[in-house]
């Protein structure tokens, strides 16, 4: 991956009956995510609490990985907020993907609100070896 586009917002705390802006209140935090590379493949983790598969929106468009998606939080029932931090929202991150990434066979899982995203490397841009033949 040889670029990363995030929407930059800052992190507004909600105490009940604040009269924030709708832009501050509606405004995506996009979500922390490291990147490794190991032998023929990079790993993207995003952290995303509160995210199930079925909110989670993950594409490949030229070479654009997209991840969009939505933290759903339910209130638990009989509970009133007296100081919340944590609320429901929307969140987009972009990614370009280098031109050794086979993007046709990226996996992705999410597991205790983190998301794996498994990148192969093409194989015509993957390590081997070299046999040696004696002439």
């Not at 929106?57 to 339910?74: F, H, Y």
Request: glycine residues 6%; aromatic residues 2%; negative net charge.
């Amino acid at each position: 991956m040889n670029e990363i586009t995030r929407q930059e917002a800052t992190r507004q705390p909600q105490v009940q009956g604040s009269e924030g802006s709708r832009s501050e209140r509606d405004r995506a935090l996009p979500p922390p995510v490291d990147i490794f590379e190991e032998g023929n493949a990079l790993h993207l983790l995003a952290d995303l609490p509160g995210v199930t598969p079925e909110s989670l929106s993950i594409e490949v468009d030229n070479n654009m990985l997209s991840l969009e998606g939505e933290i759903r939080l339910e209130m638990p029932e009989g509970m009133t907020a007296i100081y919340a931090e944590v609320r429901a929202q929307r969140f987009a991150r972009r990614f370009t993907l280098s031109h050794e990434i086979d993007s046709d066979a990226i996996e992705a899982r999410i597991e205790n609100g983190v998301l794996h995203l498994q990148l192969p490397k093409k194989p015509s841009h993957q390590r081997r070896r070299i046999e040696v033949k004696a002439a």
